[in-house]
């Protein structure tokens, strides 16, 4: 439970974003994003890039 309490800050403020800003130690990550990019449809369903009025 405690793990959970120091992650609250972070995930609280989550969102997403197309393009992160990533440091040099996570090229693998972009390099798995973009090949798992064929996984997944052109526009992904995100509360923050379609809101609701």
Excluded at 40 to 50: F, I, L, M, T, W
Aim: glycine share 4%.
């Amino acid at each position: 439970m405690r793990i959970i309490k120091q992650d609250r800050p972070v995930l609280t403020h989550k969102r997403y974003l197309e393009r992160p800003r990533l440091v040099p130690g996570e090229r693998s990550i972009g390099l798995f994003r973009r090949w798992a990019r064929q996984f997944y449809p052109v526009h992904p369903v995100c509360p923050e890039a379609n809101p609701v009025d």
